[in-house]
């Protein structure tokens, strides 16, 4: 991938992610990080390409070179020592929308589909297969 394709993809999945901001639907994030419990919650949040590759580069740097293994199930972007998400302003989508009960549950996707069509289009930009596992998604890009 050339590097302009990828800084345009960055700034799609952020101007997507800008746009789910300015929607009226009542959302709340408490960081109270229940939704970050994967395997306490049987939910793991899929990325497309162009989230992974922000997600990624958010990752990197905070000086970290490759995600944690946790034997807990939790999220491997949540820093432990703290109980915060370390790419909190980069998020992915799924976290921003349908993990946490406590911020308001799910969005509607009905609400959103336009949003999610504009991220499947990056993936496919950015030769991306679908949707995938935060872990790998992620991990393979780092």
Do not use: N
């Not at 972007?77 to 703290?82: A, F, H, R, V």
């Not at 336009?114 to 679908?130: C, F, K, S």
């Amino acid at each position: 991938m050339r590097k302009e394709e990828i800084q345009a993809a960055l700034a799609e999945v952020r101007a997507v992610y800008a746009e789910l901001a300015k929607r009226p639907v009542q959302r709340e994030c408490i960081a109270r990080t229940d939704c970050c419990q994967f395997k306490l919650t049987g939910r793991t949040p899929m990325l497309t390409k162009g989230e992974a590759l922000l997600a990624a580069r958010t990752f990197k740097a905070t000086g970290r070179k490759e995600l944690p293994e946790r034997a807990d199930g939790s999220c491997p972007l949540l820093k432990l020592e703290t109980g915060k998400c370390m790419i909190y302003a980069d998020r992915p989508f799924g976290c921003r929308t349908h993990f946490c009960d406590a911020a308001g549950g799910p969005y509607a996707r009905k609400d959103v589909v336009d949003l999610i069509r504009r991220l499947e289009a990056v993936d496919l930009q950015q030769g991306g297969d679908g949707p995938r596992r935060i872990q790998a998604a992620v991990g393979d890009l780092l």
